[in-house]
């Protein structure tokens, strides 16, 4: 390798990349794209519109009706309504939650007699509704246990002792910043490379390169090498927003950050140099590298969908994708703290390694010095 050669050429690269301004998707396009996930996405479903219909008017319901009142997950109002009018509330979307608490409800209970409470969740949404579910019914279990030791004074058999781990306060921000991380990093060196030798097809000058003594090797370095280089600093601006503005804990080890990142770029790079290759349009090359990378990087990296959840063919598919490998990765660097000594994390760093190799190797055997 004709290292003189090289250096000419990647000095003709970078001041191509300044020339072009296609350092705004090196470093603006991923900024933007987590600060707009980061902030839009939301899991949590608070401020439900609840109306709740108090029948029974006993200990039981008023204390119901506090939990409700007191909670950040509802907005409660309380009225004396029919049941179809409240009904009526919901298909004219005003109201997300209705609780109908029947009368004598507070007896049947302390009679050990069965009694019902009417919930009706808007279901428009599935996944939210979902959500809104789950919080009403751990209001009322929780109301029914404190009833049952302030009435019955029962000695608890069972007591649970629940404790949530790695996200305590069951933040989004830090549930979805870590996955955004790898849904950039996947993205943005995958359109950049895809961008740089199509761009030579279409303008032509890609003859210069057939027609030059210049090997193979040296072009794509030199092609790629600055790809490589400018998106490793922004492995240290993710870090930084996420760590600093989105307040993201980081328990882990920062090498294996920084080791399964300059890994996990040569994946995207290699992406983007098969798309680059087997394109001949700017334009089709970046809506190839966007379908390739944006739609598995959302589906198939477990930030908003476990992965073990998955079956049949989506869970092959999504083992099948490197984006699931990083993003637990990232998952342990930002949250649990493993890092080396988990067998998982040693197994994904070889396996992203392993994606690098294999895709660079394709892109370089199928790009050929000479026209088709």
Known sequence: MRLNVLKAYLFKEFIELFRSKLLTIVYIMPTMILLLFGYGIKM????????VIDNDQSTFSRLL???????????????????????????????????????SMERRLLHGQKSEIGVFVDGAFPTRAVTMQ????????????????KKLTTKALIVINQ??????????????????????????????????????KEQGTIFNFYASPLRR?????????????????????????????????????????????ELYILVSIGIGLLISIVTSRQIVAVILTVII?????????????????????????????????????????????????SPKNLLYLGILAFYGVVLLLLGSALLKKELK
């Open 44 to 51: 949590e479903v608070t401020h439900a519109r609840t109306l």
């Open 65 to 103: 009706v506090s939990k409700f009142e007191h909670s950040k997950y509802f907005d409660t109002i309380v009225k004396h309504l029919s049941e179809t009018e409240a009904l009526h509330r919901i298909k004219q979307a005003k109201t997300d939650i209705v609780i109908i608490i029947p009368s």
């Open 134 to 149: 789950n919080y009403v019914e751990g209001v009322i279990l929780d109301t029914t246990k404190e009833l049952a030791r």
């Open 163 to 200: 404790r949530t781990l790695f996200n305590q306060a069951m933040r989004d921000e830090d549930a979805i910043v870590p996955g955004l991380i790898g849904l950039v990093m996947l993205v943005a060196p995958a359109i950049l490379a895809a961008l740089l030798i199509v761009k030579e």
């Open 217 to 261: 090797s040296e072009f794509l370095i030199a092609k790629l090498l600055p790809v490589f280089l400018l998106h490793s600093f922004n492995v240290f601006i993710l870090y930084l927003w996420a760590r600093y503005l989105f307040e993201v804990p980081f328990r882990g080890s920062f090498l294996l950050y920084l080791a399964a990142s």
């Open 293 to 341: 990378t944006i739609i598995p990087g959302f589906l198939y990296s477990g930030m908003l969908m476990p992965i073990s959840s998955m079956e049949g063919e989506s869970y092959i598919e999504a083992h099948l994708f490197p984006v699931m490998y990083y993003t637990n990765i990232v998952y342990d660097t930002f949250l649990i703290g493993q890092g080396l000594d």
